[in-house]
């Protein structure tokens, strides 16, 4: 059996060095600072060599020239100028002695070449210095996804300073860890809700087969199997309501034109026995004529989820009002029921799976749901395009509410996309 292959090793010739953002940017900066240095001291050369006109003379020392006692008249034009000697004191105490454009313009050269490179070297010391605190946001950001990637995601990046786009990115990076962070609570706490749903009738289950297994003869056999078909039609409840919230949530969607106020009369006919034995008046405001283009079974499950929530956590003698409002071009569902009031945690996660708020436990004789209604509806809207959003009622009770758009709104408004 042959060994697998090792890795090769990186040669020296293909290694590279590191070179980081900060030492880029100072390369950059001073590269540039270098570049406008030489282009100014290129252009400074060039106009003190061609624009001026020098007339440059040695001047006359005053022991350079001295009248002999045989003049009998002074000169009356300006003597002719004559090359002076040396002065002993030229070039002593750092000084430069110019006596001629050449050595103007050496001495222009080698002063700017000079001071070139001083202010190149400060330059880069202060682009160094500025890359650094230009790239400081940068790094708190990696220090905080280091530190999302390690599972700690309660960390914030919290910049300050000016609006600018680091402070954006910081921003957006700050809001994508919340809700990084709240979705991986949602889905612990659904993790775990789960394993309860899915433990407690298979342990009851396990219960009544032990029991039965130990004394059969004192078993009742058909309790035993109304029991056990009990349980398991709650399993199979939980996990087909599981199955539907995953497929609503990444499923791809086949949509057709449907009526939504029949079909919103046909849920609510559907609920009618269910309202009376709870006691609950349910009314509908839902004129027909209202086409959207949606997938009919989900929407279906939709409402009837919404409706059972309305009814099933009302109170006695409550009420449920279905309304379907047309407003430019979309069609507003309006499902207001009765109820306790609700407070703001339980309002926030009541659209959670397997939340169930105060006066949900199970009743004796009536229907126990399993957490999932609201949450499987928001996961439909979500695919539709839209959101359910819930809000409390003022009088107790929930206000849901949904926005669709209709069909000949949609179709209008792709034809308009096309065209253009």
């Given amino acids: 059996m042959s060994s697998p ?56 020392t ?34 430069v002695v110019v006596r001629s454009v050449h050595d103007l313009l050496s001495v222009l050269l080698e002063s700017s070449g000079a001071i070139l490179a001083v202010v190149v070297l400060v330059g880069g ?6 890359a650094g605190r230009l790239l400081r946001p940068v790094h708190e950001i990696t220090q905080a996804a280091r530190k999302a990637a390690e599972g700690s ?9 000016p609006r600018d786009e680091f402070s954006e990115l910081s921003d ?10 709240r979705s991986f609570a949602e889905y612990e706490r659904f993790a775990a809700n789960a394993s309860h749903e899915l433990k407690t009738p298979l342990a009851t289950t396990q219960a009544l087969l032990s029991l039965a297994a130990d004394s059969p003869e004192s078993t009742d056999t058909r309790l035993l199997i109304s029991q056990l078909q009990d349980t398991t039609a709650r399993s199979v409840d939980t996990v087909t309501a599981l199955l539907e919230l995953a497929e609503a949530a990444h499923g791809e969607l086949q949509t057709e034109e449907v009526d939504l106020g029949k079909l919103v009369g046909e849920c609510a006919l559907g609920l009618r026995a269910e309202a009376r034995a709870h006691g609950v008046f349910v009314e509908t405001e839902c004129p027909v004529g209202y086409v959207v283009e949606v997938n009919r079974i989900l929407l279906s499950r939709l409402l009837d989820n919404v409706l059972n929530n309305a009814v099933r956590h009302n109170i006695d003698g409550g009420k449920v009002t279905v309304e379907l409002i047309r407003q430019d071009g ?28 105060a006066g949900r436990v199970r009743v004796p004789g009536q229907v126990r749901g399993n957490g999932l209604g609201l949450a499987l509806a928001c996961n439909i809207a979500r695919a539709h395009g839209t959101e359910l959003v819930v809000r409390a009622n003022p009088d107790g009770g929930l206000i849901l509410e949904m926005e669709l758009p209709l069909a000949m709104a949609k179709a209008k408004s792709k034809a308009e996309l096309a065209r253009v």
Avoid at 49 to 60: G, L, M, N, Q, R
Avoid at 153 to 161: A, E, N, S
Avoid at 176 to 181: D, H, K, S, T
Wanted: aromatic content about 6%.
């Fill in 5 to 60: 292959a090792a890795a090769p090793k990186p040669s020296l010739l293909s290694w590279r060095p590191r070179v980081t953002a900060r030492a880029r940017l100072t390369i950059v900066f001073t590269s540039m600072l270098l570049g406008c240095g030489l282009l100014m001291m290129g252009a400074l050369y060039a106009v003190m060599k061609y624009v001026p006109t020098y007339a440059i003379t040695s001047a006359v």
């Fill in 62 to 95: 005053p022991n350079s020239f001295k009248p002999s006692d045989s003049n009998i008249a002074p000169l009356q034009t300006p003597p002719a100028q004559v090359p002076a000697s040396p002065n002993p004191d030229d070039g002593k105490n750092g000084s």
């Fill in 125 to 130: 010391l202060i682009s160094w210095i500025v």
């Fill in 153 to 161: 995601l309660d960390h914030r990046v919290g910049l300050t300073g």
């Fill in 172 to 181: 957006t990076f700050d809001s994508m860890l919340a809700r990084l962070e």
């Fill in 330 to 357: 979309i069609v507003r569902l309006i499902v207001v029921n009765s109820g306790a009031h609700l407070g703001a945690d339980e309002l926030e996660r009541i659209t959670e799976p397997f939340y169930r708020g």
